[in-house]
């Protein structure tokens, strides 16, 4: 049977692999070579980024949570792996349809290259490489496949079972050697060639170096020390500024854009009076102010740690805009990443007394890439996705009813103030407790109103009041703990937060889209 129908398809399936990983692997070389950015599968990933619904996007934080663009990358992986195996069958019975399935693949990653934001001339050309590539080393892999008959192809209208080649015919040793030695080589070549480019890639990641290099000027204003009795140092109780490299990571980029400062300017156009451009030496030159400030993610679930709060350095956006004098009608600020993101802010927002800003340092070092080196914008009590632009190059004045921004045009609200919430970090989920004296404890937030209490109900009896720490200040969110002596039994814990205008956080449960979850968070605890 080895050497039959089964055989040969077998051989045709692993040819398509072969080609498709050799495609891959001169694409990606292609991309390294001219434009990283122009890689075969991350253009293909972006534009199904791009195209994702919401649902999808909070399905996909959901499942894999930081870990979305790997996923993506691996569900990529296999589509193709599928697609492959396809091609080479089809090339085995109908060529040259299967060779022209991959020159198609090609144009498909080609089409994406060429449609993105920022496409540079020339993006379309690894694409190109990856499916020629592909479609010649199909041609030339099905051409060895062990006793492959060499007769004319069979008509795609006969559906009859491909006839058995007469004995005589069947493959020797030397065809088989001569195939797995082709194919082995073919998906060698492949993987080397994509494996060395992304080694080159790690190498001349220049930006780093740059970044590395990089010292920032000492804050003109300083943020005040934080109070000692901000942190509760609580085990498993968040700390009160998370440190960077735990700070959670949300965008639609699925590779970092590496944008170099010396290269980097910030235009400020649209409703205003006079266009303004600065660069990164004349942004560095003016009197930068440090704040805490506390970034939340509007797919947080409550609960969720889509959360986290840092010390940022930048320069207020407010001073900026009011060199550019936006015209009485503007009431909105489209600002807009390198990478195509925009966010809607209001303009209201970023021109009042709140701490809006360009920033440039995260926890006292430049901003980490993957948050949005060299510059960003953070901006308390708006969700990210209507504020927190990374990798900013343009602030666009207009007006809500003039422009979308990228969330708004795939269902999400145009405008996103924070939601006054609370979260339950310890006892933790599935911890086993034993029972007498605990401690509950978690963190309440509402960016620029602040957190006048929390209160905790365990199972069904009356509302108890939470000891808040010192809060940083009301941008960033606050600790908060009760003590508890556990009895044995099933448990139930809630919060809530009230804040400072005297609200009480809202027990009725909302998804987070499309302006953010709200509920109260509940803990189930077993004690034993
Ligand atoms: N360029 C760009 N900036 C972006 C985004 C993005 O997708 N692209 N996502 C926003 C969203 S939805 C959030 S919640 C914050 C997250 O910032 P962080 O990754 O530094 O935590 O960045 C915002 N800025
Ligand atoms: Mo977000």
Redesign the pocket.
Known sequence: MAGGARGRRFAAAAAGVAAAVLGVGLGELAATLMWPDASPVAVIGSALIDAAPSWAKDTAITLFGTNDKLALIIGIGIVLVGLAVIAGLVELRWPPFGVAAMILFGGVGAVAAVTRVNAGALDWVPSVVAGAGAALALALLIARVPGRLKVAPIPMTERATEPEPDPAEQPTALQRRTFLLWTVGTMAVGVLAAVGSSLARAGVHAVTAVRDALKLPAPAVPAPPVPAAAELDIPGLAPVVTPNAQ???????LLV?QVDPAGWTLRIHGMVTTEVTITWEELLALPLQESYTT?????NEVGGD?I?NALWLGYPIRDLLARAAPTAEADMVLSH?I?G?T?SSPLEALTDARNAILAVAMNGEPLPP???FPV?MVVPGL???VS?????TELEVTRFDLGTA??TTRGWSARGPIKLQSRIDVPRKAQGLKAGETVIAGVAWQPTVGIAAVEVQIDDEPWLPATLATAISDDTWVQWMLPWTATAGDHVIRSRATSKTGEVQTEKRTRTDPDGASGWPERFVEVF
């Open positions: 700070f959670y990571r949300i965008d639609t980029a854009p970034l939340s993610c509007v797919s889509l986290g990443s990478d993101f966010a993957e948050h949005g960003r969700y990210g996705y927190a632009t990374k990798w900013v990228y969330w």
